[in-house]
């Protein structure tokens, strides 16, 4: 829909993608948003920048959300993906943009180095992904958060979508080729997360409870997407997709000296 003024509307005031001023499929960009705004907030204090790591980085949609919050001055942003767009956000001033298959590891990126690692639906399109999340765990930086996304399904219902859903394609010559390889449950995302990134799940939160087709004029109405916000957080096994936010353990060391401080403050 277009704004009073003609001109188109953007979703959440910077997203050209999506019409609806709160779009419920973008909403979890919104989110991570805030949180990082007061991760970054916090660096600010401590007289340092925020080191942000997008991965799947596509046309820069995190960092459009990510710079129009308070603190956004102080991020410094990099990125990778399996091909670079031509156009990225603001592509000149990234700190390093990489290329590369996420599940060959990514050696050229360095490890504990990111305070925050961004991964918004890139899982769901590997067929392998211990490699992918052990990536993902590598380059936080100890006590770094992660953030990441996938769509889920019910428990049971996945299991039809990855295996009868595939059977059937095969038996129809015309069937789409899917993107989606994967399909997780919210037990099923954070298990390959714990095993293989060597994070600990902080909190999952869904979007999407209900969305879409009629009930997408709703989008433009701040109640709404309050709404879907709540229930995601009440019940998010049971929405379109869910978002995990995770924490690399401090070292043996840096929790000593963290305590310690702590204890003299």
């Not at 293989?196 to 109640?223: C, D």
């Not at 009440?234 to 000296?257: F, R, S």
Request: charged share 25%; glycine share 10%.
């Amino acid at each position: 829909m277009a704004s009073v003024t003609g001109q188109k509307t953007l979703a959440f005031g910077v997203d050209p993608t999506r019409q609806e001023r709160y779009s419920l499929r973008q909403s979890r960009y919104y989110a991570i948003s805030e949180d990082v705004s007061r991760l970054a907030g916090q660096a600010a204090e401590e007289g340092r920048r925020l080191d942000v790591f997008d991965m799947g980085v596509n046309w820069g949609v995190s960092r459009r959300y990510l710079e129009a919050q308070p603190h956004g001055e102080v991020i410094n942003f990099s990125g990778a993906d399996l091909k670079l767009r031509e156009r990225i956000h603001r592509q000149e001033d990234w700190v390093d943009l990489f290329t590369g298959n996420l599940m060959e590891g990514y050696p050229q990126v360095p490890s504990n180095r990111y305070d925050v690692v961004i991964c918004e639906q890139v899982l769901e399109h590997l067929p392998e992904l211990e490699v992918a999340a052990a990536t993902l765990g590598r380059i936080l930086k100890p006590g770094g958060t992660l953030f990441l996304g996938v769509p889920i399904f019910p428990p049971g219902i996945q299991l039809i979508r990855k295996h009868v859903v595939p059977a059937i394609d095969r038996l129809n010559p015309r069937a789409k080729v899917r993107g989606h390889v994967q399909a997780f449950t919210r037990g099923s995302i954070m298990r390959v997360l714990t095993q293989h990134a060597g994070v600990e799940v902080q909190q999952t939160r869904g979007f999407r409870i209900a969305s879409g087709g009629l009930l997408r004029p709703l989008e433009n109405y701040q109640w709404w997407y309050r709404l879907n916000r709540q229930m995601g957080a009440i019940v998010p096994g049971l929405c379109t997709e869910i978002q995990i936010v995770a924490k690399k353990p401090l070292a043996a060391d840096e929790q000593g000296v963290r305590g310690v401080a702590a204890r003299a403050a």
